[in-house]
């Protein structure tokens, strides 16, 4: 799978920030016209983002993918989103800069998602070394972050 592209992330970071919490405090702000200065804000702000998630080096992408899903994904239990969740820009983004925000394992399912891939793929990754077994069950996220990177260098360099 190859990195996200930056349009298509700053994009979704709009999207996303628009509906969680600017169209909220649009209607408890009872329609005030500081919503809308804000709403520019994220718009200039979501493309620096996505430049440094995608473009940036280790520290500033994940600086910013820590404080995007603290924000957009807040709760007392620990990041758990949807399959479906990892096909989106944001989370290909996650994914290949630091492959789980904050689980030390992810089931095979999970990392089939992040990857675009079934489950028993996963499995025979799992079985031919190329994806790190988590001693505890599951698999290493940041072994599935390495993977990411390395079919990225694949498909680059044919």
């Given at each position: 799978m190859a990195p996200p592209d930056r349009t298509e992330l700053a994009e979704q970071l709009v999207r996303l920030l628009?509906?969680?919490?600017?169209?909220p405090l649009e209607i408890l702000l009872d329609g005030d016209d500081t919503v809308d200065a804000l709403r520019t804000v994220v718009r200039v702000r979501a493309a620096t983002w996505a430049d440094r998630v995608v473009l940036g080096d280790d520290r500033q992408a994940v600086g910013v993918i820590m404080r995007v899903?603290?924000?957009?994904?807040?709760?007392?239990?620990p990041f758990d989103p949807p399959l479906d969740w990892w096909r989106g820009p944001l989370g290909r983004a996650v994914?290949?800069?630091?492959?789980?925000?904050?689980a030390p394992a992810v089931s095979y399912a999970v990392a089939g998602a992040m990857l675009g891939i079934t489950r028993q793929g996963v499995h025979d990754l799992v079985s031919r070394g190329?994806?790190?077994?988590?001693?505890?069950?599951?698999?290493?996220?940041?072994?599935?972050?390495?993977?990411?990177h390395q079919l990225d260098r694949e498909a680059r360099h044919g």
């Open positions: 628009d509906i969680r919490l600017l169209d899903v603290s924000t957009l994904y807040p709760g007392d239990g994914a290949w800069r630091v492959g789980h925000p904050t190329r994806l790190a077994r988590h001693p505890d069950g599951g698999v290493v996220p940041g072994s599935v972050r390495d993977r990411l």
